[in-house]
């Protein structure tokens, strides 16, 4: 991400940070811009892996095809070691518009069935939209948020729009202004560093690259098995 943002650029990335780059890409994982530009597997040009007699080998739409279309939709089950992948670059955002819900658990099942219902037109692409629902155990919470991609003032409205129904009549809510963020700052937001989760190492990016900060366990690099 940090090499890519100077060009402007970005490659399909995950939601979970539990799940490495290997296997998102593989199991043709859904991200944060997926409704853009498709599943991460759509983004594989090339992949190389090591065969099964030991040959370092090259799948692309013109070598070992059949390799290459297993690696864009074999659900993981790759018959070969990958050592590398070349994906398709997009051009990044430069704003995240953002909206936020926090809700109790009386009133979860409520919640989950408006979002629902939104869902149908949240996924038209040209909502330019990311969106997820989160329950969690401690504090017992459900979070909504709802991203938007460089949008116009009607798209920031439709989306406000979304969330407010959504939140309707939810005694429970609890909902930040939206804002807006850097697509930069937005990952280091998805990978916990405003949540306490990284210890300061002198910087944002040496933060996100030290592997025993992040969602999970703490002290040991073991993070990211969390």
Not at 20 to 46: E, K, N, P, V, W
Not at 111 to 137: C, D, I, N, Y
Not at 140 to 165: G, H, N, P
Request: hydrophobic letters at 40%; charged letters at 20%.
């Amino acid at each position: 991400y940090y090499k890519l943002d100077r060009h402007g650029l970005l490659v399909q990335g995950g939601a979970v940070s539990s799940v490495g780059a290997s296997g998102l890409i593989l199991g043709c994982g859904r991200g944060l811009t997926t409704q853009l530009h498709g599943l991460a597997c759509d983004s594989l040009l090339m992949v190389q892996y090591v065969d099964a007699t030991g040959e370092v080998k090259i799948a692309d739409i013109d070598q070992n095809p059949n390799m290459w279309w297993m690696a864009r939709g074999g659900g993981g089950n790759f018959p070969g070691i990958v050592t590398a992948f070349q994906m398709q670059a997009f051009a990044r955002p430069e704003e995240v518009y953002v909206a936020h819900c926090t809700f109790g658990p009386e009133d979860a099942k409520a919640v989950a069935k408006a979002w629902l219902a939104q869902g149908e037109e949240m996924v038209h692409p040209h909502r330019k939209l990311f969106t997820s629902l989160q329950v969690w155990s401690r504090p017992r919470t459900m979070d909504v948020v709802i991203y938007c991609y460089d949008c116009d003032f009607a798209q920031k409205l439709w989306m406000e729009s979304a969330m407010d129904v959504i939140a309707r009549d939810k005694a429970s809510r609890s909902c930040v202004q939206p804002h807006t963020r850097a697509w930069l700052d937005q990952i280091l937001y998805e990978a916990g560093h405003n949540h306490g989760q990284f210890k300061p190492t002198g910087g944002a990016k040496e933060d996100l690259l030290n592997c025993s900060s992040g969602w999970g366990s703490q002290g040991r690099p073991t993070a990211s098995e969390s």
